[in-house]
C-alpha cells in the first residue's frame, strides 16, 4: 500500500472496499497485521482517512458480525469540503459509501446527548429521587414495561432540568459569503 500511495503523489482521493479493519476508520476490529500497517501507512505519508463510520459490510453468514470495510484515504485535500455517506442499495454483501467533495465546509450534524458537561449532576439526582417511586409491585410483564417506560422518561426529565441549553456556535466565515467574496477575501489574504 506504501508504494501505491508514493506513486498518487501530493494530492488524491482513493476509496473501496480494502478488507481491512481498524478502529481509527470505525471497524468494530483490528486486523491483525494488516491494520495497523494501514494505518502507519495513512499515518507516515500524512494522508487521512474517511468512513461514514457504519458497517458496510453484510455478511450472510449469522455467525458474522457486520463491519466497515469501505472506505476513503485522501491526501493534500481538506477534509472539510468532503461528506461520506452510506448508500443503502443492498444489492451484495457491501454497501456503497459515496464521497461528496463540495466548495463549501461540509457542516457536520450536532450529536443529540442528554447533557453536555455543564450538567448539575446533583440537580438531576434530586430530580430522579423525587419521581422514582421504589415500592410499586410488579405483577406483570405489562407492568414492567410500563415502569421502565416510566424510568426513561424520568431520566429524559431529569437530564432536561439538570442541563443548560448550549447556544449554537456562528457559522464559519465561508459559510456565510457567496463564492465570489470568498475568492476575494482568499486573494486579498493571499497578497
Known amino acids: 500500500m506504501g508504494e501505491i500511495v508514493n506513486k498518487l503523489g501530493v494530492r488524491f482521493i482513493i476509496g473501496g472496499d480494502f478488507n481491512i479493519k481498524h478502529t481509527a476508520w470505525g471497524s468494530r476490529v483490528i486486523t491483525p497485521g494488516k491494520g495497523n500497517e494501514l494505518l502507519r501507512v495513512i499515518t507516515e505519508n500524512k494522508c487521512e482517512f474517511l468512513s461514514s463510520g457504519n458497517p458496510t459490510y453484510w455478511p450472510a453468514d449469522i455467525n458474522k458480525t ?3 470495510l469501505d472506505f476513503f484515504i485522501t491526501k493534500g485535500i481538506s477534509t472539510k469540503y468532503m461528506e461520506v455517506k452510506d448508500i443503502y ?8 459509501v459515496s464521497l461528496t467533495l463540495g466548495m463549501e465546509i461540509s457542516q457536520s450534524k450536532r450529536k443529540s ?3 453536555n458537561k455543564y450538567a448539575s ?3 438531576f439526582r434530586e430530580h430522579v429521587d423525587d419521581k422514582i417511586k421504589l415500592k410499586i ?5 405489562s ?3 410500563n415502569q421502565a417506560e416510566m424510568l426513561i422518561e424520568h431520566i429524559r426529565e431529569a437530564s432536561k432540568a439538570a442541563t443548560p441549553e448550549m447556544k449554537e456556535r456562528g457559522h464559519p466565515i465561508g459559510l456565510l459569503y457567496n ?6 477575501i482568499k486573494e486579498r489574504r493571499r497578497a
Do not use: F, Q, V, Y
Open 143 to 145: 407492568d414492567i414495561e
Open 179 to 184: 463564492a465570489e467574496i470568498r475568492l476575494g
Open 113 to 115: 446527548t442528554l447533557t
Open 66 to 68: 457486520p463491519d466497515l
Open 121 to 123: 449532576w446533583s440537580i
Open 89 to 96: 442499495d443492498l444489492s451484495s454483501d457491501h454497501s456503497p
Open 137 to 141: 409491585k410488579l405483577k406483570s410483564e
